[in-house]
């Protein structure tokens, strides 16, 4: 890459896209293809462990009431789903829901544990995760994203199952 294409910032790199497409609207289906291939969830799994251990790293310091621990715990998702909402508004579908199917599933994995120094334990498990969930599903439901059933992987959430059949 060029040392002027390193200088440019986030904004000057969008704006000469823009006016290269501008200037060659032959090349909008390369753009679309190359831009569909890069907005990918490569190992949704790992994602999901990812979330599962930064909800886990959530140490209780002091006394916390139920609201602020939410709030602590959504502070942590809330870079997950404004991710998953970039995704969805660029058309990459697919990786936005993969990303919103990791959230749940670093929830679900959290619904067992029994240390008690974790937040999440504290807040009184598996009820915490399950409530937290079904406020992430209330935001990812708007961007009427195509979520797969989770039936297999989160047996006791029969509520999602229910929400998400057409």
């Given at each position: 890459?060029?040392?002027w294409k390193?200088?440019?910032?986030?904004?000057?790199?969008s704006?000469?896209?823009?006016?290269?497409?501008?200037?060659?609207?032959?090349?909008?289906?390369?753009?679309?293809?190359?831009?569909?291939?890069l907005?990918?969830?490569?190992?949704?799994?790992?994602l999901?462990?990812?979330?599962?251990?930064?909800?886990r790293?959530?140490?209780?310091?002091g006394p916390v009431?139920?609201?602020?621990g939410?709030?602590q715990?959504?502070?942590?998702?809330?870079?997950?789903?404004?991710?998953?909402?970039?995704?969805?508004?660029r058309?990459?579908?697919?990786?936005?829901?993969?990303?919103?199917?990791?959230?749940?599933?670093?929830l679900?994995?959290?619904?067992?544990?029994?240390?008690e120094?974790?937040l999440?334990?504290?807040m009184?498990?598996?009820?915490?995760?399950?409530?937290?969930?079904r406020t992430?599903?209330?935001?990812?439901?708007?961007?009427h994203?195509?979520?797969?059933?989770?039936?297999?992987?989160?047996?006791?959430?029969?509520?999602?199952?229910?929400?998400?059949?057409?």
């Amino acid at each position: 890459m060029g040392s002027w294409k390193r200088r440019l910032s986030d904004d000057e790199r969008s704006v000469l896209l823009t006016e290269l497409l501008l200037r060659h609207p032959e090349l909008a289906g390369e753009a679309e293809e190359i831009t569909s291939t890069l907005l990918v969830v490569d190992d949704d799994q790992q994602l999901a462990d990812e979330i599962t251990a930064r909800l886990r790293a959530l140490r209780l310091r002091g006394p916390v009431s139920v609201d602020a621990g939410r709030g602590q715990v959504l502070e942590v998702l809330q870079p997950y789903i404004d991710d998953l909402t970039w995704r969805k508004e660029r058309g990459a579908r697919r990786a936005a829901a993969d990303t919103a199917v990791a959230v749940m599933l670093g929830l679900y994995e959290c619904r067992e544990d029994t240390d008690e120094n974790m937040l999440l334990a504290r807040m009184g498990l598996p009820g915490a995760a399950d409530d937290l969930a079904r406020t992430v599903y209330e935001k990812v439901r708007p961007l009427h994203l195509p979520l797969p059933s989770l039936a297999d992987e989160c047996p006791e959430w029969t509520w999602y199952e229910e929400s998400w059949m057409p």
